[in-house]
Antibody
Framework: EVQLVQSGGGVVRPGGSLRLSCVAS????????MSWVRQAPGRGLEWVSG????????DYADSVKGRFTISRDNAKNSLYLQMNSLRADDTAFYYC????????????????????WGQGTLVTVSS | DIVMTQSPDSLPVSLGERATINCKSS????????????LVWYQQKPGQPPKLLIY???TRESGVPDRFSGSGSGTDFTLTISSLQAEDVALYYC?????????FGGGTKVEIK
């Protein structure tokens, strides 16, 4: 069974830092790209960041670029999001999510939609 | 950025009736290289993460009931629930994965009339 178990949320003051973690099980972690998606309470979904299978390629939403860093440790089946210079508008539930991987014509591809999600962790930025 | 616009915001439907949700993208999400539409639909229930329903605009995810279907191409897409069940009450989101940033629609709340 595929599982993504998240940890690391909490309350932090504006300008502070927080690191989110996501531990994967039930699949070969280093075959898959991963992402973080957030949802402010009562609001819609916003893609935050993504990483490829080996960590060499990353991508960010403009709203977090330069402040957040996505990384992974395939030996630990883990995904991370380091969040610095946090602002009130970063307050949200943060989800880790597995990017879909499909194979066609002898090649495999990772696309940016999400077939499994973590349970979510709440980050609250408040003074 | 590709802007995704969903309508309506809220959709009251009687049990057993059809529910239709629309999603429009500000530019085409149809790839000329593989003729696939890079459009996905999710269902989200309160307190839960989103659940994948439909991808490539019309491919149903394994285990999703066949009353859910997706259609459309280019910039205009539709999610249809052919016969609404009580367990289908939820928020529904479309998302484009054609280009970064990978944007979501604002969501449609399906409820029982």
């Amino acid at each position: 069974e595929v599982q993504l178990v998240q940890s690391g949320g909490g309350v932090v003051r504006p300008g502070g830092s927080l690191r989110l973690s996501c531990v994967a099980s039930g699949f070969t972690f280093d075959y898959y790209g991963m992402s973080w998606v957030r949802q402010a309470p009562g609001r819609g979904l916003e893609w935050v960041s993504g990483i490829n299978w080996n960590g060499e390629s990353t991508d960010y939403a403009d709203s977090v670029k330069g402040r957040f860093t996505i990384s992974r440790d395939n030996a630990k089946n883990s995904l991370y999001l380091q969040m610095n210079s946090l602002r009130a508008d970063d307050t949200a539930f943060y989800y880790c999510a597995r990017r879909l991987r499909y194979c066609s014509g002898g090649s495999c591809y990772s696309v940016y939609f999400f077939d499994y999600w973590g349970q979510g962790t709440l980050v609250t930025v408040s003074s | 950025d590709i802007v995704m616009t969903q309508s309506p915001d809220s959709l009251p439907v009687s049990l057993g009736e059809r529910a239709t949700i629309n999603c429009k993208s500000s530019q085409s999400v149809l790839s000329s290289s593989n003729s696939k539409n890079y459009l996905v639909w999710y269902q989200q229930k309160p307190g839960q993460p989103p659940k994948l329903l439909i991808y490539w605009a019309s491919t149903r995810e394994s285990g999703v009931p066949d009353r859910f279907s997706g259609s459309g191409s280019g910039t205009d897409f539709t999610l249809t629930i052919s016969s609404l069940q009580a367990e289908d009450v939820a928020l529904y989101y479309c998302q484009q994965y054609y280009s970064s940033p990978f944007t979501f629609g604002g969501g449609t709340k399906v409820e029982i009339k």
